[in-house]
């Protein structure tokens, strides 16, 4: 996995959403660490506007946001990131 990537998406929670502590791993359920619907759309929005990816309604699957692995897994599907 990307980790320069998944160290962004880290950031960008961190700074815009909600803290992550340091406990908070590229695995752990971000929904048990308070990510709820509300804020799941809000990191939609910041996806989309870091990255320039649009996230189809078809990727609105509660595994896709799960994780930092995982929701940094889906913006490489969705953009040209290296």
Do not use: W, Y
């Amino acid at each position: 996995m990307n980790t320069d990537l998944t160290n962004q998406i880290r950031t960008l929670i961190d700074s815009e959403l909600f803290p992550l502590t340091d406990c908070v791993s590229d695995d752990t359920d971000l929904h048990t660490e308070g990510l709820d619907s509300l804020m799941l759309m809000q990191l939609i929005l910041l996806l989309e506007r870091e990255f320039s990816i649009t996230i189809a309604p078809e990727d609105l699957d509660r595994v896709n946001f799960s994780s930092l692995t995982n929701i940094a897994s889906l913006v490489l599907r969705k953009g040209n990131i290296a």
